[in-house]
């Protein structure tokens, strides 16, 4: 069934002068005596100990957080950097920080010296809560910034200036939080950075609001009276922050994390340990459950009723999988740091007890959600008619002239990359994603690549993506990148770097068998005149694939 129409025919945004994530995501749970008592952070260790902590718990240590930083001198607009992982002091800095009107900027583990050194520079940061996963990283990247003071939290509690425990201790459990206006800053979150370096995109308290048609159509109209919300993504961006932890906890929710890294079996075991109803699995994570797994629902019992996926193409063959082998259509959803879940699906997996829910359609990352105006346009602003590729851009006004609260601030300290952001006639309005995708009669949107991931070969215009997912379509095929190979007489000819799942192995039989297998399915300009094999494609700390490192490669070559 589809309602499509009639949701966003009367849909409206209700976002408050004085918003606060905080509030909105603890302090109001934590202060009903119904709701007090309720999980909303489980944590297992890699060990396999699970802690389970209350939206009291959450809330009182964020108190006594708050007042640990307003002891040590952060004030209203400071930013505070978090370098942890999923753990349950990372969900109580992000409430603590919050709910003072300081700015929370998490950064991932993953960042070297150098990155870490760079983003707490340009942020201006004057405080870092870090664990023992980031707290040798920290400490050599606040060489060159002595003022800047670190807490240090679990194992690396004795490496700080400050341990976690000790602040805590010592802290009241009482602390009245500012009533922040919508438009004040509540998170420092930096792009990944897949073309040229990192800006840091301030993200209003509103952002949350704009964030929940998303969350909320591709969880199949999240929650249910039994929802427990899990997702590798890391909490250090926008898909984990945004479109696991702070939502799930908004609607007051039992969210789990997950102390270790990403494995596919294990990924299964969390599910169906404890019962997890709703996830959040990037592409890369899928295609790899699906390599490992094929059948799953042989040996394990899965409770899912949604999966939302985004960061890169599901593309056919994961999508197939989801729904044969894991009985749950995936809800592909596209959005980025600066406008977060604004296309995606909302297809419902058991009966609806509402008018609610379009069908996904196969190969398409979605229709614009409830509260959002997107549209195909060219270079000058202009709306392109149905069925070219163009650039995707949203509106800053929804179809019924209200303001959409998604919008990011502006980057830090950078007006012209904020400018060059937005283009049109109409007070500059149409804001750009840099992400390429025709739009079919019924709204439907599909992925065509970056700006800079589409190129021409022998005058025809090619997106990585429809090889891409051709090819992981192969079972000897774990992942794939295509990116152009500069050619003196084709300007460019496609290339696949390939990794090859287990039980197979790189052959030059095998080049000519995944030649023919894309040939045979899609245009004859399409498929790879060359194949490479590789160990691991280089990836974001979003999960993406750095498309722009292999065509570097490819250049310099």
């Known amino acids: 069934m589809d309602y499509y129409a009639s949701l966003h025919r009367e849909f409206s945004w209700k976002v408050p002068a004085r918003f606060n994530v905080a509030q909105a995501c603890c302090g109001r749970w934590a202060a009903d005596p119904r709701t007090a008592s309720n999980p909303a952070v489980i944590v297992e260790q890699e060990s396999g100990v699970v802690s389970r902590f209350s939206y009291a718990k959450l809330q009182s240590d964020a108190n006594r957080l708050s007042n640990a930083l307003r002891a040590l001198g952060v004030r209203p607009g400071d930013r505070v950097a978090i370098v942890m992982p999923q753990r349950f002091e990372t969900a109580v800095a992000h409430i603590a920080i919050t709910q003072m009107a300081a700015v929370a900027m998490p950064l991932s583990m993953l960042f070297g010296v150098e990155a870490l050194e760079f983003r707490l520079k340009d942020s201006g940061t004057c405080v870092v809560i ?93 929650p249910n009276d039994a929802s427990v919300f899990w997702s590798p993504a890391d909490w250090a961006w926008t898909g984990g922050l945004m479109d696991a932890l702070l939502p799930t906890l908004y609607f007051g929710k039992p969210i789990l994390a997950f102390m270790g890294r990403f494995n596919p079996q294990r990924a299964f075991e969390l599910m169906q340990g404890h019962g997890v109803s709703h996830t959040f699995l990037f592409p890369t994570a899928l295609k790899a459950m699906m390599k490992s797994t094929p059948n799953p629902r042989a040996h394990y019992q899965l409770g899912l009723r949604a999966i939302m996926s985004a960061g890169e193409s599901v593309g056919e063959a994961v999508y197939d999988y989801c729904e044969s082998e894991l ?145 992981v379509k192969h079972p000897a095929v774990a992942n794939a990148a295509v990116v152009p190979k500069p050619d003196a007489e084709r300007g460019a000819v496609v290339k696949a770097f390939v990794v090859v799942a287990p039980g197979h192995a790189p052959s030059a039989a095998l080049v000519d068998t995944l030649q023919a297998f894309v040939r045979e399915r899609l245009a004859p300009y399409q498929y790879p005149k060359e194949i490479e094999f590789i160990d691991a494609l280089p990836m974001t700390t979003t999960g993406k694939i750095q498309r722009n490192v292999l065509r570097a490669r490819e250049k310099q070559a």
């Not at 910034?145 to 425990?165: L, M, W």
């Not at 602040?167 to 009533?179: K, Y």
């Not at 809800?331 to 379009?358: D, L, S």
Request: glycine share 12%; net charge negative; hydrophobic share 35%.
């Open 327 to 471: 009985g749950v259509v995936v809800n592909e959803m596209f959005g980025q740091t600066e406008v977060n879940y604004i296309v995606g699906n909302g297809a419902m997996n058991h009966r609806p007890t509402a008018a609610v829910g379009w069908p996904a359609r196969r190969g398409s990352m979605g229709r614009p959600y409830p509260g959002h105006r997107v549209e195909v346009i060219d270079e000058q602003g202009r709306i392109l008619p149905r069925g070219e590729v163009g650039e995707v851009a949203i509106h800053r006004f929804d179809r019924h002239g209200a303001p959409d609260p998604i919008f990011f601030l502006g980057y830090w300290n950078n007006r012209q990359a904020t400018a060059s952001k937005f283009v049109g006639n109409d007070t500059q309005s149409w804001c750009r994603t840099g992400d390429m995708a025709m739009m079919d009669p019924d709204g439907y949107l599909f992925y065509q690549g970056r700006t800079d991931d589409v190129f021409k070969t022998s005058g025809y215009r090619v997106g990585p993506g429809e090889i891409e997912n051709c090819l």
């Open 130 to 222: 870090a664990d023992e996963h980031a707290i040798l990283n920290i400490q050599a990247a606040r060489m060159s910034q002595p003022d800047i003071t670190v807490i240090g939290v679990g194992a690396a509690e004795p490496d700080g200036d400050h341990g976690y425990q000790t602040l805590l201790s010592s802290a009241s459990s009482v602390f009245r939080g500012r009533a922040t206006r919508a438009d004040d800053p509540a998170f420092f979150l930096y792009t990944s950075g897949t073309t040229g370096p990192p800006k840091g995109a301030l993200i209003p308290h509103r952002a949350l609001i704009g964030n929940l048609p998303g969350f909320v159509a591709s969880q199949n109209w999240f």
